[in-house]
């Protein structure tokens, strides 16, 4: 089973937009995907009950109770597990969660506040053993970029310089709002339109992979 850590210390980065879009990706690709929803507000939640009638269907599982307990959850035969980590938990707060993890995919919005904000995050997950090792990957998501502006290239450069790196960067679009609302992902769809902003999920996707 791969096992994708969707985490930040940071309230309000786009943690559920992103974890949702890989449930739904993996869904679409066949793949047997439960979703654990470990954030109080429990978007990733009523968004997978919005998906409860299609084909590419994803199990929500309550993530609110001991990490150990929750996954001991996951059905048999899971092949994909994807969890929505709580807002503003640190490192020592996802305890099993990380144990679990292949990858940890951290966003970071392109704001000198944000950035700070999660600086202090990465470092506690720098000194979890399993990322010492090299056992669990972590790579940083550049969210809700407008790249036209001073801002996102200069946030952009600022993050090439962290340990970890840059696996995607995601534009600014008011579509992830709409499609979270309505239980989908880009991937849902396959017209010109959201062409350009799946293309922004590809390096992401391959990171992945490895």
């Given at each position: 089973?791969?096992?994708?850590?969707?985490?930040?210390?940071?309230?309000?980065?786009?943690?559920?937009?992103?974890?949702?879009?890989?449930?739904?990706?993996?869904?679409?690709?066949?793949?047997?995907?439960?979703?654990?929803?470990?954030?109080?507000?429990?978007?990733?939640?009523?968004?997978?009950?919005?998906?409860?009638?299609?084909?590419?269907?994803?199990?929500?599982?309550?993530?609110?109770?001991?990490?150990?307990k929750v996954l001991a959850a996951i059905p048999e035969g899971t092949t994909r597990l994807v969890i929505d980590a709580a807002a503003g938990a640190m490192a020592d707060d996802l305890?099993?969660?990380?144990?679990?993890?292949?990858?940890?995919?951290?966003?970071?919005?392109?704001?000198?506040?944000?950035?700070?904000?999660?600086?202090?995050?990465?470092?506690?997950?720098?000194?979890?053993?399993?990322?010492?090792?090299?056992?669990?990957?972590?790579?940083?998501?550049?969210?809700?970029?407008?790249?036209?502006?001073?801002?996102?290239?200069?946030?952009?450069?600022?993050?090439?310089?962290?340990?970890?790196?840059?696996?995607?960067?995601?534009?600014?679009?008011?579509?992830?709002?709409?499609?979270?609302?309505?239980?989908?992902?880009?991937?849902?769809?396959?017209?010109?339109?959201?062409?350009?902003?799946?293309?922004?999920?590809?390096?992401?996707?391959?990171?992945?992979?490895?």
């Amino acid at each position: 089973m791969k096992t994708v850590l969707v985490a930040s210390s940071k309230g309000g980065v786009g943690k559920t937009t992103i974890a949702t879009h890989l449930a739904a990706h993996a869904a679409l690709a066949g793949e047997s995907t439960v979703l654990v929803d470990a954030d109080p507000q429990h978007s990733s939640t009523r968004w997978a009950e919005r998906r409860a009638g299609l084909d590419s269907a994803v199990l929500p599982i309550d993530g609110s109770a001991r990490h150990r307990k929750v996954l001991a959850a996951i059905p048999e035969g899971t092949t994909r597990l994807v969890i929505d980590a709580a807002a503003g938990a640190m490192a020592d707060d996802l305890d099993a969660y990380l144990e679990a993890a292949d990858a940890i995919v951290v966003p970071v919005l392109p704001s000198a506040l944000d950035i700070d904000a999660t600086v202090g995050f990465l470092n506690t997950l720098a000194r979890h053993a399993r990322v010492r090792r090299g056992n669990t990957r972590v790579g940083l998501v550049a969210n809700r970029l407008r790249p036209w502006t001073n801002a996102s290239q200069q946030a952009l450069d600022l993050l090439a310089q962290w340990p970890y790196p840059v696996v995607a960067q995601l534009r600014d679009s008011q579509a992830y709002v709409m499609l979270v609302g309505l239980g989908r992902s880009l991937f849902d769809y396959h017209s010109a339109q959201v062409r350009e902003h799946q293309d922004d999920w590809t390096p992401l996707l391959k990171w992945l992979k490895k």
